[in-house]
């Protein structure tokens, strides 16, 4: 038995004999938390080759599906013991009126970067981060950004320090460098995080998330970029067919590089994706380039990949049918209640949610 299922089974043990709803959150922390086993788990991945990648992944959501299932099981369970034992307890006026009741929900962002996490983790993609307060190198320079690169101006970019050498990270980019920096080829990453511009309007805010995938190994070319994104926008939209085409674009760190474009159509006044003779832009990608693979002490004669970059608060607009980005910051309640998840029921239907 390996150490992942030693680990899997004494949580299986500790729901098993949790008495209280206080004990089972903290188990809930060691099974799904930031340092939990599932996500430690995740993070073996990027070490690993793509056969034993796949296969390590298909064995963690495996787990994850049992533990959710029991960890809901046990927490209904206790949360129903114990209504009854306080009730037991308290005497109530029951011609008092009722109390006011609020069910929390999962924000849209929090529940998208999951499907997209869990999506490219079927596919050997380990989950890397970053940090939110970024060097000036890092953010610029390590990607081939020329020094008088118009991203690089005071108006699109929060800097912290009058020398202008460090900033808040305006993509999550960076990550791919620290990665490569830190480790050996071949790497298959993706770096979900929040990112920062100066900007506001009904599509842009000045924080906003962003989704940077990364795959880099010997002979790695177009063809393979392709058809990562088609899977990935096909199971993300949950549609059988797409209409998908690369429109050739500029970025600084990739060589090709490249807009996306998917089909869509207008019905009942909602985008249907998939369908149609309309375009929309959906993400952009390329080939990373040469400098910037130098830039990260991997050898642009042996190795090469893409990158691409998804902004995810966009794909959760797109399909959910939210119209305006700003409402995602405003912290009203009434449109997290609309918009929301409910907690319960996303680890056992991870993709494919209906509010």
Same mark, same amino acid.
Request: hydrophobic letters at 35%.
């Given at each position: ?13 500790k ?29 073996k ?15 963690i ?7 959710t299932?029991?960890?809901?099981? @046990? ?24 109390k006011?009741f ?5 924000? #849209? ?9 869990s ?18 190198? %890092? ?6 950004? #020329?020094?008088?690169? #118009? ?13 202008? @050498? ?13 990665t ?45 970029? @392709? ?26 760190f990739?060589? /090709?590089?490249?807009?996306?474009d998917?089909? %869509?159509?207008?019905?009942?006044? @909602? ?18 380039? /040469? ?8 050898d642009?004669?042996? %190795? ?31 449109w ?8 319960l029921?996303? /680890? ?8």
């Amino acid at each position: 038995m390996s150490d992942f299922e030693k680990l899997k089974e004494e949580l299986k043990d500790k729901l098993f004999k949790a008495q209280n709803s206080q004990e089972v959150d903290i188990i809930r922390t060691e099974i799904f938390g930031k340092n939990g086993l599932i996500n430690l788990e995740f993070k073996k991945l990027g070490s690993l080759s793509p056969e034993d990648k796949k296969k390590l992944a298909s064995e963690i959501n495996r787990a994850k599906q049992e533990l959710t299932k029991l960890f809901n099981d @046990k927490a209904e369970k206790l949360v129903d013991v114990e209504i009854d034992e306080k009730v037991k307890k308290e005497k109530d006026d029951v011609t008092l009126p009722e109390k006011e009741f609020r069910l929390g929900k999962i924000h #849209p962002v929090s529940q998208v970067i999951d499907e997209i996490s869990s999506i490219f983790s079927e596919i050997g993609f380990s989950v890397e981060e970053g940090p939110d307060v970024e060097s000036e190198y %890092y953010n610029f320079t390590a990607l081939n950004t #020329p020094e008088n690169h #118009p991203a690089k101006d005071m108006h699109d970019t929060f800097y912290i320090d009058k020398n202008m @050498k460090t900033l808040l990270r305006t993509h999550t980019s960076p990550v791919q460098v620290r990665t490569m920096l830190n480790g050996k080829p071949p790497f298959k990453i993706i770096a979900p995080g929040r990112t920062y511009r100066s900007d506001s309007d009904q599509t842009h805010t000045p924080m906003f998330h962003q989704l940077e995938g990364l795959h880099i190994d010997e002979n790695i070319n177009m063809g393979h970029l @392709k058809g990562c994104l088609n899977y990935f926008i096909k199971e993300f939209f949950e549609i059988d067919k797409i209409k998908m085409r690369f429109r050739p674009s500029h970025f600084p760190f990739t060589e /090709p590089s490249a807009e996306v474009d998917i089909g %869509y159509k207008i019905q009942n006044n @909602k985008i249907v994706i998939g369908e149609g003779d309309k375009w929309l832009e959906i993400l952009g990608c390329g080939m990373v380039h /040469p400098n910037v693979l130098k830039n990260s002490k991997v050898d642009p004669n042996k %190795y090469q990949g893409y990158a691409f970059g998804i902004g995810i608060d966009r794909l959760a607009m797109l399909k959910y049918g939210i119209n305006d980005l700003r409402s995602f910051f405003e912290c009203d309640y009434r449109w997290l209640n609309y918009y929301g998840f409910d907690p319960l029921d996303v /680890p056992t239907n991870y993709r494919g949610l209906s509010k």
